[in-house]
């Protein structure tokens, strides 16, 4: 069962542009919502996260917004560049409690045009 | 963050043989993971290897396939044994690092395995 639905699957945007890409999760008893970034032949980066008790969290060009009643989570790229293209992975965990498990969506693959 | 290193970065193997690899943190962890991602595909957790206990398992996950060292708190090593060309994959390490209750995760560059 997949507990994390990540969409969409790929998604090509021109340079400047708002790239957003869209979570679900299922168990309520995540707390924890990663998104990580991953290049070709790279390991996927942690690019930011959120937790439950604030409904946005902002760095740089990044932001997540987070939506506990609809069990929902985005991130929006502000000012796409082709820098940022990419894949972009979503995650959710119980926390220490649970031993730091993530648990991933599938994936959105960026293409950002310049 | 940590540094995480994992040796060898790709490999092609023969049906049948096995492979260890190695994963390297920069700092002393305590829980160490290992993922499997295959091709074109997400993140799929294979074990936690937490130093001085038996590594445990995901389902659908086994240690006679995927046995896994963890000698020191630096240091992790997963095999994948008898190889067949399933088993072909981009094998990734990561390391949670602090002490607060929501912890890091960081991963290495992974290994790119090949299985004829």
């Known amino acids: 069962q997949q507990q994390v639905k990540q969409s969409p699957q790929s998604l090509i945007v021109q340079k400047g542009g708002i790239s957003i890409i869209n979570c679900a999760y299922e168990n309520t008893a995540f707390d924890y919502f990663p998104w990580y970034q991953q290049f070709p032949g790279k390991g996927p980066a942690l690019l930011i996260a959120?937790?439950?008790?604030?409904s946005e969290k902002k760095e740089g060009r990044f932001t997540i917004s987070f939506n506990k009643s609809a069990k929902q989570f985005s991130l929006h790229i502000m000012d796409s560049q082709p820098g940022d293209s990419a894949t972009y992975f979503c995650?959710?965990?119980?926390?220490?409690?649970?031993?730091?498990?993530?648990?991933f969506g599938g994936g959105t693959r960026v293409l950002v045009k310049p | 963050s940590a540094v995480i290193s994992q040796k060898p970065s790709r490999d092609i193997c023969q049906r049948g043989t096995s492979l260890t690899i190695q994963c390297q943190v920069d700092s002393q962890v305590t829980m160490m993971f290992w993922y499997r991602q295959q091709p074109g595909q997400s993140l799929t957790l294979i074990a936690t290897a937490n130093q001085g206990s038996e590594a445990t398992y995901e389902s659908g996950f086994v240690i006679d396939k995927f046995p896994i060292s963890r000698p020191n708190l630096t240091f992790s090593t997963l095999t994948v044994s008898n190889m067949s060309p399933e088993d072909s994959s981009i094998y990734l390490c990561s390391s949670s690092i602090g002490v607060s209750s929501y912890n890091e995760q960081f991963f290495g560059p992974g290994t790119r395995l090949t299985v004829l």
């Open positions: 995650a959710a965990s119980r926390g220490k409690a649970a031993g730091n498990k993530l648990t």
């Open positions: 959120i937790r439950p008790d604030v």
